[in-house]
């Protein structure tokens, strides 16, 4: 028959098995400590790589931002409206239409020369006025015709027209005299006569291609000046050149 162990050997016993059982706890806990960290620093040495990655990589440069287009400036809609033309053949009162600038080494020939005209002139109204026709010459003692005229309305026999006109020195001017006077010292209508006073004149140069004829320059003097039955005679010397076209 076994003996019973004593109380000290048990209890010796009892402290070996829990030595034991602690020094494995101790070990697997361990083990699980190791473990922990070898896995920590698996995760630590990744996380080091995914940063260095992240360092080395280039950054992107931001894309450019395209400037707006400039806004187009809309064509203006409006049509430019076309300058008014004068109707055929008509012809802005006051005024002589002439070709283009004479030359002034133009040789001019003589129309006329010499040609005397006696001229009446009564009222103010238009009938009672007396008119001549410079390509001709001659007096008109009916119609109206508007180039020149001899009146005795405001001032006796002042003379109305509707031509280029200038006053020159004389008859002894010359047809380059009249258009350069005409160009830089014009006269005006209505011209109050005067003894011995040359006036020059360019005729219409429409009413002249119309006819048929020539445009005329043409010196008008008055050599006197008298009264008829209250009415202002004026006697006048005409001289006409053709102009050169």
Same mark, same amino acid.
Not at 11 to 19: A, E, G, H, K, P
Not at 118 to 139: F, K, N
Not at 202 to 224: E, H, M, N, W
């Given at each position: 028959?076994?003996?019973?162990? +004593? @109380?000290?050997?048990?209890?010796?016993?009892?402290?070996?098995?829990? #030595?034991?059982?602690?020094?494995?706890? %101790?070990?697997?806990?361990?083990? =699980? !400590?190791?473990?922990?960290?070898? *896995?920590?620093?698996?995760?630590? %040495?990744?996380?080091?790589?995914?940063?260095?990655?992240?360092?080395?990589?280039?950054?992107?440069?931001?894309?450019? #931002?395209? =400037?707006?287009?400039?806004?187009?400036?809309?064509?203006? #809609?409006?049509?430019?409206?076309?300058?008014?033309?004068p109707?055929?053949?008509? $012809?802005?009162? !006051?005024?002589?239409?002439?070709?283009?600038?004479?030359?002034? #080494?133009?040789?001019?020939?003589?129309?006329?020369?010499?040609?005397h005209?006696?001229?009446? %002139? &009564?009222?103010?109204? =238009?009938?009672?006025?007396?008119?001549?026709?410079?390509?001709?010459?001659?007096?008109? +003692?009916?119609?109206?015709? @508007?180039? *020149?005229g001899?009146? !005795?309305?405001?001032?006796? &026999?002042?003379?109305?027209t509707?031509?280029?006109?200038?006053?020159?020195?004389?008859p =002894?001017a010359?047809? +380059?005299?009249?258009?350069?006077?005409?160009?830089?010292?014009?006269?005006?209508?209505?011209?109050?006569?005067?003894?011995?006073?040359?006036?020059?004149a360019?005729?219409?140069?429409?009413?002249?291609?119309?006819?048929?004829?020539?445009?005329?320059l $043409? *010196?008008?003097?008055?050599?006197?000046?008298?009264?008829?039955?209250?009415?202002?005679?004026? +006697?006048?010397?005409?001289?006409?050149?053709?102009?050169?076209?």
């Amino acid at each position: 028959m076994t003996s019973p162990q +004593n @109380p000290a050997t048990r209890q010796r016993s009892y402290l070996l098995v829990i #030595t034991l059982v602690v020094s494995a706890l %101790s070990l697997v806990v361990g083990l =699980a !400590g190791v473990g922990l960290a070898a *896995f920590a620093l698996s995760r630590s %040495s990744q996380a080091t790589d995914l940063a260095k990655q992240a360092n080395e990589r280039p950054i992107a440069a931001p894309a450019a #931002t395209e =400037a707006a287009p400039a806004p187009e400036t809309p064509a203006p #809609t409006t049509a430019a409206t076309p300058a008014e033309e004068p109707a055929d053949g008509a $012809v802005d009162p !006051g005024t002589t239409e002439t070709p283009s600038e004479v030359s002034p #080494t133009a040789e001019y020939t003589i129309a006329y020369e010499g040609e005397h005209l006696r001229v009446r %002139s &009564g009222g103010c109204g =238009a009938g009672d006025a007396m008119h001549i026709d410079l390509a001709e010459p001659r007096v008109l +003692n009916t119609g109206y015709n @508007p180039e *020149f005229g001899v009146f !005795g309305c405001a001032v006796p &026999g002042q003379i109305d027209t509707s031509l280029a006109v200038a006053q020159v020195s004389g008859p =002894a001017a010359t047809p +380059n005299d009249c258009q350069e006077t005409i160009r830089t010292n014009p006269g005006r209508s209505p011209i109050v006569p005067t003894r011995g006073m040359t006036v020059c004149a360019i005729t219409d140069y429409q009413r002249a291609t119309a006819s048929g004829r020539p445009q005329k320059l $043409v *010196f008008v003097t008055v050599d006197s000046m008298s009264t008829e039955n209250e009415n202002v005679v004026l +006697n006048l010397t005409l001289k006409a050149w053709n102009i050169p076209q």
